[in-house]
């Protein structure tokens, strides 16, 4: 008897082993040297985006405009011959398989063009890659803009559900705070809101804890980019937008999911650094990176989207596909617009 529990302990011992191992099994990073040339480049009227897949570079060839995660575009093989020269191999259909792609490097290493046999295509830089991030210059001075927000009146919309708010940082053992709009890391270039503190609805907080839990076996921990934000504060950031940039966020007058204190935007960290990790787009980057299903970025990006939008759905939220950041919590509930 004592023989079989032994062994029977020993497998289960092993068979919990293997589970963490496969639990914490992710992609390897690209090396830098050929992860400095994925992205997207333009020219001759059409962009076309440079991905890795499985330590491999590919090119993907977007032939509808529509198509804006790439999902639909032509894959084809990047086969190394020597330092920035590759050959093209067809994956999908139509393809030169004569073609020859070279890029050329700025002088931090940076690809900044990517020459298709005879046609030449510029990157595009998007969310920093280039040392400059989007910023969105705003209509009027901000603190301006802050004074017409502060007197302009709430609008009164049905609801179901109020939010009862909770501090995020309270609930959520080892959840790190990065609240963008309260430092000048956004796209205005400054501080949109001016409280330092994350608030959310507590059941929304409750799960927020389940998935910081889920993420653990891992190697990860959740980073809050934004939470609760007062009507105000959007108020503001509709003015800040102004018309060139309007469709960027809701109409003032139909409120916005973070007024009902039930969405979130999250990122990750690593467990082992402290670090927030590299994630395939920066926070608000307007860019096809930003939705959830963008086929480009490295592997490692994609899985630790993915794994994000596992863990947070697994928990009851409703995953963006326009942003791979932005959950929202009982989503089929209407919550009450609030300004506190």
Known sequence: ???????????????????????????????REEAALVGFYQGNGEQVAVRENKGQLQLLYRFQSQDRDYTGSNVYQLVKNHYDNYDLREVGPNTDADSTVRFDRDKNGLGISLNLGQKSYTRRFTGGENGKPVRVTTAKPLEELRKEAAAAVPPSLPYDKTADLVDVAQTVPGVKLDLR??????????????????????????????????????????????????????????????????????????????????????????????????????????????????????????????????QMTLQGFTASDMEWWHFDYDAGSRYQVLNQ
């Open 1 to 31: 008897m004592f023989k079989k529990t032994a062994i029977l302990s020993a497998c289960l011992c092993v068979g919990l082993a293997l589970t963490a191992r496969a639990a914490a099994w992710e992609p390897e990073e690209l090396n």
């Open 181 to 310: 709009y309260t430092t000048d890391n956004n796209l205005f270039g400054a501080p949109l809101v001016l409280r330092q503190n994350a608030l959310l609805d507590r059941s929304a907080a409750q799960a927020l804890a389940r998935v910081q839990n889920g993420l653990r076996p891992y190697g990860y921990g959740l980073v809050v980019w934004e939470a609760y934000r007062s009507w105000q504060d959007f108020k503001l950031a509709t003015l800040a937008l102004g018309k060139d940039h309007a469709d960027m966020l809701p109409k003032a007058e139909e409120g916005y999911s973070h007024n009902s204190g039930r969405s979130i935007d999250v990122s990750l960290y690593s467990l082992d650094t402290g670090e927030e990790v590299p994630m395939i787009s920066d926070f608000d980057e307007p860019s096809p990176a930003q939705y959830a299903q963008f086929a480009g970025g490295t592997q490692k990006q994609r899985y630790l989207r993915d794994l994000l939008r596992q």
